[in-house]
């Protein structure tokens, strides 16, 4: 084998905090578009991915972002959120201060190793007080540069769109402190679900973040149980892909049936191999489930 050549790929960054602290009309800042007035409820239930474009010393960068739930019944989506992320944006309401999900959310980001820039947001709200936020953070081992820790402190407004260039240029200035951004494109794609539903017109729809190689139409794919071929590919906005290179987050139809969301995926060379390797494993599950039944 050869030398691996390695690109710089984008950050991937997760989007977490307690419910309701803004953190998808962040995201709709950051998108120009608005997601959080057609949430049922106004509350998120699944993980959204996007990427998007900005600028850092007039260079031209991409970050790939990933939206979770805050309510207190999607633990394991923020766990799994947490695990296939280089940075959190951790997202405080300024009205409202260090909540459950706050701290839950530290204590994932912590799990898995991966540096926090928090988000003040809210601050155009009457009773925003960003110092406080400041102050209870410290608590949880989150001290701002300005109180002399090594934390990015963002004060923002994602309803009046105030300082998200800031807070983008937060996120770009850890990736580049803190993590290494180079995977290699030229290798059979791998990856992790992050979400998977059943359509009633496209079948199988599964949510796919890319961390290694490049995933094209017409590759044999496998994750956890499911396998299938790729027939086509989304991007965040619907159109068509052909090639997702490494942190690009698509949409994959041609799964047989829906893989499981966290479960990772690889690119095989042809479908007998992804149908063997998904039978094996179902087959394994259903004889741990025997098992289980037994006891
Ligand atoms: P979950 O996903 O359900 O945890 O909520 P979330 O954190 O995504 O919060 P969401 O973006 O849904 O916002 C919750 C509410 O706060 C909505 O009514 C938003 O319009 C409002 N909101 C979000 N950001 C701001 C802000 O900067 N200022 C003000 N005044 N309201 C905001
Ligand atoms: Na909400
Ligand atoms: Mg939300």
Known sequence: GGEEELVIRPPVV???GHVDHGKTKLLDAIRSTNVVDREAGGITQHIGAYQVATHLNDVERLI?????PGHEAFTAMRARGSQSTDIVVLVVAADDGVMPQTVEAINHAKAAEVPIVVAINKIDKEGANPDKIRQQLTEYGLVAEEYGGDTMFVEISARARTNIDGLLEAVLLTADAALDLRANPDMEAQGV???AHLDRGRGPVATVLVQR??????DSIVS?????RVRAMLGDHGENVSEATPARPVQVLGFTSVPGAGDSFMVVEEDRV?????QSRQAR???AQVANRRR
């Open 285 to 287: 599950a259903r004889k």
């Open 193 to 195: 679900t992050i979400e």
């Open 274 to 278: 992804a149908r063997q390797i998904a």
């Open 64 to 68: 790939t972002f990933i939206d979770t």
């Open 224 to 228: 956890g149980n499911a396998y299938g």
């Open 14 to 16: 997760t989007v977490m």
């Open 213 to 218: 190689g490049t995933l094209r139409v017409g």
